[in-house]
């Protein structure tokens, strides 16, 4: 029995570290060992994209599709899914428009938030049954000191399990 195996006989843990000191790759390594679809769920764009390049540059095989493993989309996850919590938010509540990023939450001034904006239909949507036909079991929350309390609302009403 390994020692990752030893903290996850619960189907729960909970890494806190220093920035920098690999909590992602961590949790990319975990992901791997589970072994199962997975819903990773980031607090901004940044920090989704930033899950996407680690997972593409130090976990897939070179000349793998990184779209074959990974998706960016609620609508039409993959083996790894990753959103933010604004996303989830989002399709929880059904709601289509535009979500505005702007970065908030990565401690930057007013004057240097870069402002991102998607478009989302979540109408007529059902994340949960989406998420289980795939066969999704596990949540990755990153930084989840971070979530306001209407997110907490959609991942509390969120059981893949």
């Not at 908030?104 to 239909?121: A, L």
């Not at 007529?124 to 049954?129: D, E, H, R, S, T």
Request: charged share 30%; glycine share 6%.
């Amino acid at each position: 029995l390994s020692c990752a195996d030893k903290y996850l006989d619960d189907g729960k843990i909970h890494i806190v570290a220093a920035p920098g000191s690999g909590k992602t790759t961590l949790g990319i390594e975990l992901i791997g060992r589970i072994g199962e679809p997975v819903l990773i769920l980031a607090p901004s764009v940044t920090i989704r994209e930033q899950w996407k390049d680690r997972i593409v540059s130090a976990f897939l095989k070179e000349g793998e599709d990184p779209d074959k493993w990974i998706s960016q989309n609620l609508r039409n996850p993959a083996p790894i899914t990753i959103a933010t919590y604004q996303a989830l938010h989002s399709a929880m509540t059904r709601y289509s428009g535009v979500l505005d990023d702007d970065n908030e939450d990565e401690g930057e001034s007013d004057d240097s938030v870069e402002k991102t904006r998607e478009s989302v239909d979540f109408s007529g949507f059902n994340l949960v049954a989406t998420m289980r036909a795939i066969g999704a079991r596990v949540m990755c929350l990153d930084e989840c000191h971070h979530l306001r309390s209407e997110w907490w609302k959609a991942l509390e009403m969120i059981q893949l399990r």
